[in-house]
């Protein structure tokens, strides 16, 4: 009776502001019997059908996954993709020089002739989702091992794909959902010739940099345009002069409304990777080893990089889109760590486990199967702490030093002459093509100081079994004789022993000195740990799956969600700001009054361009101004994380409000611990992509091919 008294009493207090809940990330085809009618109680106008339907064109033919990385959708009906600008930038890093200067200027295609193509780029469509878990477990009992367990798995699996009804052109794949419990097929189509349209200059794609980043209130318009172009059939195909702008199923109306506090609002897209579920001793150690072990490797190479990047107009293009993406996952983490903190991410987890430990107690078929499960994966995860760290400080040593990672990719082919003289070429083709990009974004001397400064925190931070001999404290003597004898950064020499005969060649390489420090690393890495490592990973999946299967068991009346997995998803919430700590209250959007107030002239990262401050200064909006103003941003409690890049944020009808590009600083860690007091999606308003497309660049004709709406006016 107090209880309901006491519920009644909380209704009460927050009438007309009833609080939904907003975290996860769910999948479209499953929103009719999970979500819909949430959905509409928090102002969906349209239905789940209209999100995802097999038979007829809806929302989900609309959207892409942009090279696997990012998403895009379809804003015209000939083909015309919205991204991000960050998800564009590695395109328009490759199509700029010091003469064509697109990352400082910004780049617009006046006719199809001028669209820019970029090999390797991908959009992919989702046809189609089917559930095959019942196929995928068969046969599949609860005395396999491990790794028994997987093999079934993968041949139920073969046979599923065997079976599946696909077009010829169309491809298919299967994911695991909730750790292993769960597997869905998806059918796709991916198309291959991906150009580039247009993008604003950095100044405002990427206005406030790595400064704002991960940032609000932020006022960045983060947006580019592709374009997708198919055969004459309107099917995928290799890029041609022949082919033609894509016609969609289903294109995305765009919005001039904007929308109010406590709107509804969704992200559709391709959300990369979330740990959701993780064992509080795993939270632990990603707060106290892996991040700050990341963390000090990226900075060091960070700082170096950008004093150079600084000094040199020609090393600021070679390194823009690295530092950019190397940066990004930096910052995240120190975010991550500070919100884990905050928001006592371990402690809420073991309150959660006591509960789960006490229901599975109380019932003794669970307690036969789960009883010890809490107890092994802390053990578990105790037994990995060590050979994750060194997992991790080895990794990120290879990833940023680039004489390391450039010898990686060097020894398969070195190892591939001892097998056979057709494998040697192939990789050797590969490596060449590789090469070509490699050398044009690769600066000596700025590689060289990161080596020095990576290889001696290497030297302090492993135990001595994972020093190659060579190796000192201080290796300032060693990489200098490096970099001057090695032939992994000349340019000429690498290409012209890669010319030479394969035993030639090989032997060449082999004695290279950067190649023979490169295998040593490898080497004592694969001794010390690689074995280890796996076992205790594989020990883990195995946990994991089996926690999982409880938790669904044990917690009926919660309703769950699948971990991110790159997977398309729908995730939905409200607009709304936000108090990140006592005394502050941060608004839902912001305007380009405050582009203003953050410009320094003549700035690395806070510069405006001459023709915006002129457009400010006249109020010279056109229909995309509201009372005088120009929104910017804004942001709402949509649970999203990387790989949204660049999805569509909906309305309650289902147009094109904004794009998302971010999340804001303190509710990083949503990735593993949503907290919907702090946790907001940062999305670019609709209206000020289009106001930068018309008014600032001048490229109407893109705007005039686009579908706007007045949805508030007109009630759809
Ligand atoms: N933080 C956003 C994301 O995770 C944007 C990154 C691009 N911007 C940048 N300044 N590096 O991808
Ligand atoms: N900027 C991220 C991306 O590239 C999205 C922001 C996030 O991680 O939520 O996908």
Redesign the pocket.
């Known amino acids: 009776m107090k209880k309901i008294i006491a519920g009644i009493t909380l209704l009460i207090l927050f009438s007309g502001k009833v609080l939904f809940a907003t975290e996860g990330m769910w999948l479209p085809q499953l929103l009719s019997v999970l979500n819909e009618k949430e959905m509409k109680e928090m102002g969906m106008k349209i239905t789940a059908k209209d999100i995802y339907d097999v038979s007829r064109g809806s929302l989900k033919d609309a959207i892409v996954s942009l090279g696997g990385?990012?998403?895009a959708e379809v804003i015209s009906d000939k083909g015309l993709l919205l991204t991000?600008h960050?998800?564009a930038y590695s395109a328009i890093q490759q199509h700029s020089s010091l003469q064509n200067n697109y990352i400082d200027n910004g780049f617009w295609a006046f006719s199809a002739s001028e669209e820019l193509a970029n090999p390797g780029l991908t959009a992919t469509f989702i046809i189609r989702i089917d559930e095959v878990t019942q196929q995928a477990l068969e046969g599949v009992t609860g005395d396999l091992t491990e790794r028994e367990r997987q093999s079934r798995i993968d041949k139920n699996l073969n046979a599923v794909r065997a079976s599946a009804q696909k077009e010829s052109w169309q491809h298919m794949l299967i994911r695991p959902f909730f750790e292993g419990n769960k597997y869905y097929l998806f059918i796709t189509e991916t198309f291959t010739d991906v150009r580039l349209v247009g993008t604003p200059p950095s100044s405002i794609g990427k206005f406030g940099s790595d400064t704002d980043?991960?940032v609000w209130p932020r006022h960045t318009g983060?947006f580019a345009l592709f374009r997708i172009y198919a055969d004459k059939n309107n099917r995928p195909a290799e890029y041609s002069k022949e082919n033609v702008p894509y016609k969609p199923k289903r294109s995305l109306s765009i919005s001039l409304d904007g929308l109010n506090r406590n709107d509804f609002t969704m992200v559709f897209g391709f959300?990369?990777r979330t740990q959701e579920y993780l064992h509080s001793a795993a939270i632990a150690q990603v707060l106290e080893k892996q991040n700050p072990a990341k963390i000090e490797i990226r900075t060091r190479a960070l700082n170096i990089t950008d004093k150079y990047m600084r000094g040199n107009e020609a090393i600021k293009i070679q390194y823009a889109s690295k530092f950019a993406s190397t940066a990004?996952a930096w910052k995240?983490w120190q975010g991550e760590s500070l919100g884990l903190e905050k928001t006592r991410a371990v402690a809420k987890r073991k309150a959660y486990e006591a509960d789960f430990q006490k229901r599975v107690d109380a019932n003794p078929e669970w307690k036969k199967l789960y009883g010890t499960l809490l107890q092994d994966l802390a053990d578990t995860y105790t037994a990995i702490e060590n050979p994750a760290l060194y997992r991790d400080i080895f990794n990120e040593t290879m990833r940023n030093v680039e004489i390391l990672s450039f010898g990686t990719r060097v020894i398969p082919l070195i190892n591939a002459s001892s097998r056979s003289a057709d494998a040697y070429e192939d990789i050797k083709t590969e490596l060449l093509e590789y090469s070509k990009d490699y050398f044009k974004n690769y600066s000596k001397e700025t590689d060289r100081e990161v080596a020095v400064a990576l290889l001696n925190l290497f030297v302090s931070t492993m135990p001595q079994s994972f020093v190659p001999a060579t190796l000192q404290a201080d290796n300032s003597a060693l990489v200098t004789s490096l970099f001057n004898s090695s032939l992994l950064v000349h340019p000429d020499n690498f290409t012209a022993t890669l010319q030479k005969p394969m035993d030639d060649a090989v032997a060449t390489l082999s004695s290279d000195p950067a190649v023979q420090l490169v295998s040593s690393m490898a080497r004592l890495y694969s001794e010390n740990n690689v074995a280890t490592v796996n076992t205790l990973q594989e020990k883990l999946n195995g946990l994991q799956q089996k926690y999982m299967e409880a938790q669904l068991t044990v917690f009926k009346e919660k309703r769950f969600y699948p971990d991110a997995n790159s997977t398309m998803r729908v995730t939905y919430g409200k607009v709304n700001g936000y108090s990140p700590r006592d005394a502050v209250e941060y608004d839902h959007y912001t305007y380009l009054d405050g582009v203003m107030e953050k410009y320094v002239p003549g700035d690395y990262e806070f510069d405006v361009p001459a023709k915006l401050i002129e457009l400010y200064n006249k109020k010279d909006y056109g229909p995309y101004g509201v009372n005088g103003k120009m929104p910017v941003c804004f942001i709402a409690s949509n649970h999203?994380?990387?790989?949204?890049?660049?999805?569509p944020a909906l309305d309650a009808w289902g147009n094109l409000v904004g794009l998302?590009?971010?999340?804001v600083w303190e509710g990083?860690m949503?990735?593993i611990n949503y907290d919907p007091s702090i946790c907001r999606?940062?999305m670019v308003d609709a209206r000020y992509i289009l106001f930068i497309i018309d008014k600032f660049a001048g490229a109407g004709h893109l705007v005039r091919e686009m579908k706007l709406v007045h949805p508030k006016k007109q009630g759809k």
């Open positions: 990385f990012c998403t991000n960050h998800c980043n991960w983060d959300p990369g990004n995240k999203t994380t990387g790989g949204n890049s660049g999805s998302n590009f971010d999340r990083t949503s990735d999606n940062i």
